[in-house]
DNA sequence: ATTTGCCTATCTACCAGAAGGTAGGTAATT
DNA sequence: AATTACCTACCTTCTGGTAGATAGGCAAAT
C-alpha cells in the first residue's frame, strides 16, 4: 500500500478510536515510521487529511452499495448493518458518530463533506426500507426516512454507549432492530 | 455564582458544543477572566475537572428524577425527553455522547464516572418504561431495558446527526418515540 | 550515450503558539 | 495564624505547519 492511502487509513482508525481532536500528526508519523513533514508533503493541513479521510469512507460506502445493488432489501439491510458490527468488533465508534460530535471544531469544508456521507447513508437505509415496504419485506407505520433515522442512530449511539454498558447490548439491539421489521 | 461552580458550568457547556479534547483550561480562564492557574487551584488536573462536570450531571439527574417521582411515566418520560430538547436548542450535544465518543482518551477515574451517568440514565427510563407497561400507559412488546437503550440512542445520536441533516429531524424522531409508545 | 532538468518522496531543521501543569507569592477573610 | 482565592512567572512537551535540502527516477534535448 502506498504512504498516502497508509496516512489515510491509520488517521480514519483513529478518528475512530480517539476522535479528530485525539490524535496527531505525530500518531501516525510514529507508527509508518515516517517525518512529520512526510504527512503535510500528501494533507498540507489536518483538514485536508480529514476530508480525504470522509472521501475514502465515502468511496467504501459506494462500493458497498453497489455490491448489494441488486439483493433484495433484507440483504441490503443486512449489509448496511454489518458495517457497525465490524467496527463493534474493533471496539471503535463510526466515524459519522465521532466526527459529528466534534462538529463545531471542524472547518467548513470538513464538515460539507461529512455532511455528504451522512445524506448518503441516510439516502441508502432510506431507499432500503421503501423498497421493502413495497415488496412486503419489511413491515413499519411511520415514514421511512424517518424509520431510517431511528435505525442510524440506534445504531450510531449503541457503538458509543453499548462500551459503557452490558457487553451483549449491542447484538441486542442489532437483533431487535431486525425482529421488529419483519411483518 | 462561585468560581468553582462558573468552571464546571463552562466546562459542561465546552464538552457539549467542543468536545473534551476540543477546549483547554484556556478557554475557561478566558471567558471568566480569571488565569489558568486558578482552575488548577480548584482542579489539578483536566481529569479532575471533568470528574466534577459529570458529577454535577449526576446531580441535575437526580434531582430531575426526584421532581417527577410521583408523577405518571408519561409525564416521566417527557421529562427525560425535555433534557434532549433543551441540548437541541442550544444547538449541542449531550455530555453522555460527547464522552463516550472519546472514551479511549478518558482516564479510568473519568471512565468510571461515566458509567455511573450513563447507567443512572438507563436505569431511570427502564424503570420508567416497565412502570408504563403495567400501567397500561405504554405498550411495547420488547424489554424495557432494550426498549430504554433503543430511546436513548435514538435522542443521543440525533443531537449529533441532526445537525447535518434537516432541522426539522430531531423533532420528528421525538415525536415518533412518544406516538410510537402509545397503546 | 550523456547531459539537463523536472518530478516525487522523503528528510533535517526550525518555528510560534498552545497545551497541561507547577512553584511560590499576595491580599483579604475567618 | 491559618485558610481561601486568586495572582505572576515559569516549565516542558506537544501541536500544526514551513523552508529548504537531498536523492532517485524518468524523459526529453544534445
Redesign the interface.
Known amino acids: 500500500m502506498s504512504t498516502k492511502s497508509e496516512i489515510i487509513r491509520l488517521g480514519d482508525a483513529f478518528i475512530k478510536?480517539?476522535?479528530f481532536?485525539?490524535f496527531s500528526f505525530s500518531d501516525i508519523s510514529k507508527k509508518l515510521g515516517i517525518k512529520n513533514a512526510s504527512i503535510h508533503y500528501y494533507f498540507p493541513t489536518k483538514s485536508d487529511l480529514g476530508v480525504a479521510i470522509i472521501n475514502d469512507e465515502l468511496d467504501r460506502l459506494h462500493n458497498a452499495i453497489n455490491e448489494v445493488n441488486d439483493k433484495d432489501p433484507d440483504e441490503q439491510l443486512r449489509k448496511f448493518l454489518s458495517i457497525y458490527i465490524s467496527i463493534k468488533d474493533q471496539n471503535n465508534?463510526c466515524i459519522?458518530?465521532?466526527l459529528?460530535?466534534?462538529?463545531?471544531?471542524l472547518d467548513e469544508y470538513m464538515?460539507a463533506h461529512?455532511?455528504i456521507l451522512?445524506?448518503t447513508i441516510?439516502n441508502w437505509v432510506t431507499a432500503i426500507l421503501q423498497n421493502g415496504l413495497n415488496k412486503g419485506t419489511f413491515k413499519f407505520?411511520?415514514a421511512p426516512r424517518?424509520k431510517a433515522?431511528?435505525i442510524?442512530?440506534?445504531?450510531?449511539?449503541?457503538l458509543?454507549?453499548t462500551?459503557?454498558?452490558a457487553p451483549e447490548?449491542f447484538e441486542?439491539?442489532h437483533n431487535?432492530i431486525l425482529?421488529?421489521l419483519k411483518p
Open positions: 478510536e480517539k476522535g481532536n485525539g465508534i459519522v458518530g465521532s459529528a460530535s466534534d462538529l463545531s471544531t464538515a461529512l455532511k451522512v445524506t441516510l407505520e411511520i424517518t433515522l431511528l442510524i442512530t440506534n445504531m450510531l449511539a449503541s458509543q454507549l462500551r459503557l454498558t447490548d441486542t439491539i431487535t425482529k421488529e
